[in-house]
């Protein structure tokens, strides 16, 4: 019999269960897919991404982000999930994005080859009575979610959607161009746009037929996964300051930075696939290939994944979750991931993490460690135990949710000092754990 059960072979399931494996623990680690498929997954391979293939941005070039100091303290930690990524990321300029097959599959291979995983194919629909991590993420099935509502009480919904997929041999391009904001350097494939070219992408968009939710759940979008459809809604000129803000750019067949414009990212490693950077969405799939083929280069496109919207599940962590990440009725099962209340891949990743740690701590009989609070992980931990119940919304990592600093005026300045202030914490941490 193992030591502890992990529901769900996601990124964070995947990476509470190598933690706990470093430390010596059995695990089974259950997945539904592929026998149980979800709205949005289309493959039974462990830590599948399904929305963007960007893990957000790095600390590179002198520039330091909030998410760039998760990664940091991620790698101190050794990340599973984290070193898969950079074996196969590709092109995104100051961003970690990757080869969405190839990530998959070597988180596969690594769980297959770890003695003390069990990979297990199956559906778990109750709270096992033993110690277990609960991982099952965003897209929880319907059973194990209404077993976790029993025990915990509270549960939100929320919107996320999923931007298009192109194949490169079909842009066109003698309308677009290559480069990177400001000239560094040429990750990204620019669609640019005249004013009058945008206002007539802009008015078929807004009356594009959609797949609208019921009603009693329309409207509840996690801002940053906001379908492009609805970000339109707020405005002319709301695009042009978001997913197609033109800043930076400079058309060379102009020499003058256009009206507006759509970026592409590369999908995969081979480079032959591109997804719309910023256009996730929840159109039908008609209108999809019939407003963003009106996107100067993409008039002949090839879609070889179509964008989707989908129900995501979270608990709302303050009423239900111990500084722990355990359930408050259940001192014996963990949360990890997005169903904690955080939201993007590698906030989801540190969940996965600090609950992996957290169980092994309560497996062998020793005391919780204290996550520092002056640490992107620890600070991520107290957003989820310390924001007002009746407030609570999905959360990525930023530097607002850092213990805040005083003296310091640059915004330079400042990110850099978190980003020691929380190296030298978890160095710490380290030291202790």
Request: with cysteine.
């Amino acid at each position: 019999m193992s030591d502890i059960i992990i529901i769900g072979a996601g990124l964070a399931g995947c990476e509470a269960a190598y933690q706990l494996s470093r430390r010596g623990f059995s695990v089974e680690l259950h997945e539904m897919r592929p026998d149980v498929m979800t709205p949005a997954h289309k493959t039974g391979l462990p830590a599948e991404i399904v929305c963007s293939n960007s893990l957000g941005s790095e600390n590179k070039d002198g520039r330091v982000t909030a998410a760039g100091i998760l990664k940091e303290e991620l790698r101190m930690m050794d990340s599973l999930i984290l070193s898969c990524a950079e074996l196969s990321r590709v092109p995104a300029g100051g961003a970690l994005a990757v080869d969405r097959v190839k990530f998959s599959q070597l988180v596969a291979d690594r769980i297959a080859s770890d003695r003390n995983i069990a990979l297990v194919r199956n559906e778990y629909t109750d709270i096992p009575a033993m110690t277990a991590i609960i991982a099952s993420g965003p897209l929880t099935s319907d059973r194990l979610a209404e077993s976790l509502r029993e025990i915990a009480g509270e549960r939100i919904y929320f919107y996320d959607a999923v931007a298009p997929v192109i194949m490169r041999d079909s842009i066109d391009f003698g309308r677009v161009f290559v480069s990177g904001r400001y000239g560094r350097g040429d990750d990204y494939i620019n669609c640019p746009m005249t004013r009058g070219e945008y206002s007539a992408f802009y008015d078929a968009l807004i009356h594009a037929e959609r797949n609208i939710p019921h009603d009693f759940e329309k409207g509840k979008y996690f801002e940053g996964c906001m379908p492009v459809e609805a970000l339109a809604d707020r405005g002319y000129d709301t695009l042009r300051f978001g997913p197609m803000k033109p800043r930076g750019l400079t058309d060379p067949n102009t020499g003058r930075e256009p009206f507006a414009a759509v970026q592409l990212r590369q999908d995969n490693s081979e480079g032959t696939l591109y997804n719309l950077v910023g256009f996730q969405t929840g159109l039908k799939w008609p209108e999809q290939k019939r407003v963003f083929s009106m996107i100067p280069g993409l008039e002949h496109a090839e879609f070889v994944r179509l964008g989707v919207m989908h129900r995501n599940t979270s608990v709302n962590a303050p009423a239900v979750l111990d500084e722990h990440l355990r359930i408050k009725a259940r001192d014996n099962i963990f949360l990890a991931g997005q169903i904690t209340g955080v939201e993007g891949y590698m906030e989801s990743t540190a969940m996965g993490l600090a609950a992996g740690i957290n169980a092994s701590c309560l497996l062998a009989g020793k005391s919780f460690p204290s996550w520092p609070r002056e640490s992107a992980i620890g600070s991520l931990i107290h957003y989820l135990m310390t924001t007002d119940p009746k407030h609570f919304q999905p959360m990525n990592m930023n530097l607002g949710i850092f213990p805040e600093i005083s003296g310091i005026r640059g915004k330079k300045e400042r990110a850099e000092f978190h980003r020691s202030r929380a190296v030298n914490a978890m160095k710490e941490f380290l030291l202790c754990l």
